[in-house]
């Protein structure tokens, strides 16, 4: 029974954190939104790098997911 607990809180704590990827994608998709509108001259790399990377992150939560 404690194993199986165990199973689910994991999962559930995958789920969640899944959810913040995709909140903080959202974030730095309006950020360079805002910026791109605006018309400023600024890198923006920096805010592309950071959706790339919660990009592979979230990759990698799902596949571990379905993985257990």
Wanted: charge should be positive; glycine fraction near 0%; proline fraction near 0%.
């Amino acid at each position: 029974m404690k194993e199986q607990k165990k199973y689910h809180q994991r999962k559930l704590a995958i789920i969640e954190m899944i959810e913040l990827c995709d909140e903080r994608m959202k974030a730095e998709r309006n950020f360079i939104e805002k910026f791109r509108s605006h018309s400023f001259f600024c890198d923006l790399s920096n805010s592309e790098k950071n959706m790339a990377r919660w990009f592979t992150l979230k990759i990698y939560l799902t596949e571990r997911y379905n993985r257990q």
